[in-house]
């Protein structure tokens, strides 16, 4: 009996539960991409924070400005991409760092050339994918956008509340508490508190952790309440190994102390790697894909079509961007494309045309 | 009036604390000027070591010498050869050295008035450190109640004044807090009302000095010390840093603090020490104590040494904690204890010895002799060019 119930089964089992492994094994082979933006003020330990959390070292000839330099220095963009493999599985990493963000006397609209990069990240996102060759597109669009709260404050600054509100419908902003090692526990506890009331009250739609569902097992879901209480994370970075404990690990060495960064109950470290790379990577690419770029597009269609309309240009298929500064050059460019483009539409109607003739 | 200048020198040998504690010595500098027809000035210098420990100590004027005194009699006189008589040769006891104590007991019953301003970007621990610094809640948060933290739009500047008594001697300290410092957005120009309200009462005080019917005493406002916090971000000086140090170190004296230092380590602490002189080198930006006001070789020693730390790298907080079966100010978390006043853990010692223990009467002087005496004279230059430019006449001291 049990042979024919074995065999029964058999018959009916279609065999595409092995899709997932299907699916983990192509990745692998083709790896991912993720761009990770840091904004901050100079000093607030971003870049020993990026080291620590990839166990790179991205920085390493880094030169700081001193403050002459800095006086006249603007917000500059600056990228570095890395790969990283591990257990065959290739990670091509991109960090976007923001040097000079409100360090000025004068930090009025600092985020602007910040905004301005998101968004030619998705403009060219957004010409590649209605392009004619999507086989290689490149994907720079910044997934998540870390922005670094000075612990010295008691609160959400002006320049934090302006800045999170300007990025929050382009990019997964996630706040966290820098250099958290000046804070004693209560201290965290209590900003960690302030920071979500203001948070809420001033409306900022930071990145929130979706629910996890409720078929998951009772551990998993602790972990995640767990994670959602501590948020903002506040975090130690550390571009040195100490001894502790008998064992070496990222710490900093205190006269009073040694500070270790993955111990979970000095600070938010491990939480926050585990979030953004362990659990919650591929969501947060999804979301970028899904919300925060179909904005962008939405709108950008939107602006399209209505300086279409009031343009009454002849209807093109292959949507023709707004340039944010355009000159003369760029616009003859443009139409020169535009009638390439549209040569070829040509052509692709003939040709299934044809075809269509053929199958009849 | 016979014009006679006394000068006394004293060398002073170690004496012990009132209360016999172990080898406490400290520095103590003092001048003073006495507001009579007779300007006397007194000058009483200790070289003693300074040992830091953690002990309970006051504000001692501690003081016993050898006294070699040397009179200088004007060449007005007649006759009368100059020459030092040493105090072992004079035939009996003259008694000049009870003048110290004369002055003492005088400077004690009137008290001393001290005026410090605080400026940073709001959470630097402003208010703590100066509650850490005089032992007590003085600063502007413990005196309003119901205090609750909200960055203000501009900068106002709000003064609390108490009077403080240790061992007898009475103090009136005005702490005047800058709220709103650097928290906006667009923070040009914050400097302004901070700089407008150092000259205001020099104004009021050259006012009060040019009356006819001027009182005995004048009450001092004038901000004798300035403690700019710095974030301890361990790079450089930022623009803002550089442009109010450049400003204000040109009318009051500026002592630079590295705040909540206790997110750097000790390496991190010096490179940032190192890069913030620099910067200050290289901006022209005179801090106190400033190298051209000392008087001699002494204080360049001692000041030399203080200017080869600045920046201190200071903690505050008022909970104490038990260490080792003492009590501690310290700020504990899960790593370790951060004792405030222990020298190997922060400078905050170093701070509080500076500002209290031994420059306290240094820091008025210079404020006195130095920036307000700048101050009057270009008023009165700019009110003489009104006077000969208007054609006015009258005394020309009207301002």
């Known amino acids: 009996n049990t042979a024919t119930t074995k065999e029964h089964r058999e018959k009916e089992y279609v065999g595409f539960a092995t899709l997932p492994n299907q699916v983990h094994r192509k990745s692998v082979k083709k790896g991912f991409d993720f761009t990770l933006m840091v904004a901050g003020e100079s000093g607030l330990g971003k870049s020993t924070l990026v080291n620590s959390l990839f166990l790179t070292d991205l920085h390493k000839d880094r030169k700081l400005l001193n403050a002459e330099e800095r006086i006249s220095q603007t917000v500059e963009i600056t990228k570095h991409t890395v790969d990283i493999e591990e257990k065959g599985v290739k990670l091509k990493l991109t960090i976007v760092d923001t040097p000079g963000f409100g360090d000025a006397v004068n930090n009025t609209e600092c985020w602007r050339p910040i905004t301005d990069y998101i968004d030619q990240q998705f403009e060219q996102y957004f010409r590649d994918e209605s392009g004619l060759n999507r086989k290689n597109i490149q994907d720079n669009r910044v997934h998540c956008c870390l922005y670094f709260i000075p612990p010295f404050g008691h609160g959400l600054r002006p320049v934090d509340i302006e800045f999170m509100k300007a990025l929050q419908d382009k990019v997964n902003v996630v706040p966290l508490i820098s250099k958290a090692d000046c804070l004693m526990p209560s201290e965290i506890k209590k900003l960690k508190e302030r920071l979500r009331e203001e948070i809420d009250k001033y409306g900022i739609k930071i990145y929130q952790f979706p629910d996890c569902d409720s078929d998951e097992d009772e551990e998993f879901k602790q972990q995640d309440r767990e994670l959602k209480e501590s948020t903002p994370f506040a975090v130690i970075g550390s571009n040195t190994v100490v001894e502790a404990r008998g064992q070496r690990v990222r710490g900093r060495l205190y006269p009073w102390g040694i500070v270790e960064v993955e111990n979970q109950s000095h600070c938010d470290f491990v939480k926050l790697r585990t979030m953004l790379i362990r659990t919650h990577m591929h969501d947060l690419k999804d979301i970028t894909c899904d919300c925060h770029y179909e904005n962008y597009r939405a709108q950008c269609i939107q602006t399209m079509t209505s300086k279409m309309n009031a343009d009454k240009r002849v209807e093109s298929p292959i949507p023709i961007l707004p340039l944010s500064t355009p000159d003369v050059e760029t616009e003859k460019l443009i139409k020169m494309k535009d009638e390439e483009l549209r040569r070829m539409q040509q052509m692709l109607q003939k040709m299934q045309q044809q075809m269509h003739e053929q199958d009849l | ?399």
């Open chain 2, 1 to 399: 009036m016979e014009d006679r200048e006394e000068k006394e020198r004293g060398v002073m040998a170690e004496q012990r604390g009132e209360e016999g504690e172990s080898e406490a010595t400290k520095e103590n500098s003092t001048k003073g000027k006495e507001e009579n027809g007779v300007d006397m000035k007194a000058e009483e210098e200790e070289e003693k070591q300074q040992k830091q420990q953690e002990e309970e100590d006051e504000e001692e004027r501690g003081m016993s010498k050898q006294v070699e005194v040397t009179m200088e009699v004007s060449e007005r006189v007649p006759g009368l050869t100059a020459g030092v008589i040493r105090g072992a040769d004079l035939f009996g006891y003259v008694g000049i050295e009870a003048v110290l104590d004369q002055m003492r007991r005088k400077t004690m019953k009137a008290g001393f008035e001290f005026n410090i301003m605080v400026v940073g970007q709001s959470g630097l621990g402003k208010s703590t450190l100066v509650n850490t610094l005089f032992k007590s809640k003085v600063s502007r948060k413990s005196c309003t109640p119901n205090y609750e933290e909200k960055i203000s739009k501009t900068v106002k500047l709000q003064s609390v004044s108490h009077v403080i008594e240790e061992k007898g001697v009475k103090m009136k300290l005005t702490v005047i807090d800058t709220p709103g410092f650097g928290d906006q957005i667009n923070n040009e120009n914050c400097w302004e009302p901070i700089v407008k309200y150092v000259n205001e009462q020099y104004e009021k005080y050259l006012k009060e000095e040019l009356h006819v019917n001027r009182k005995r005493r004048i009450p001092d406002t004038r901000v004798h010390c300035c403690i700019y916090f710095l974030p301890a971000t361990g790079h450089w000086l930022r623009p803002i840093d550089i442009e109010f140090m450049k400003r204000l170190g040109k009318i009051v004296s500026i002592v630079p603090v590295i705040a909540k230092a206790d997110t750097l380590t000790i390496e991190e602490r010096l490179e940032f020490k190192q890069r913030i002189r620099q910067d200050l080198a290289a901006n022209g930006i005179r801090v106190y104590p400033q190298k051209e006001y000392d008087e001699d070789a002494e204080d360049r020693i001692v000041n030399d040494r203080i200017r080869e730390s600045i920046p201190f790298a200071v903690v505050g907080t008022d909970k104490e904690h038990q260490v080792n079966g003492n009590k501690v100010l310290g700020r504990k978390t899960k790593w370790g204890i951060i004792e405030v006043e222990n020298a190997a853990h922060c400078e905050f010692a170093n701070l509080r010895d500076l500002l209290i223990r031994s420059h306290l009467q240094d820091l008025k002087d210079v404020t006195h002799n130095i920036h307000y005496e700048t101050y009057r004279v270009r008023r009165l230059n700019e009110s003489n060019m009104n006077f000969m430019s208007n054609g006015k006449a009258g005394c020309p001291n009207s301002v």
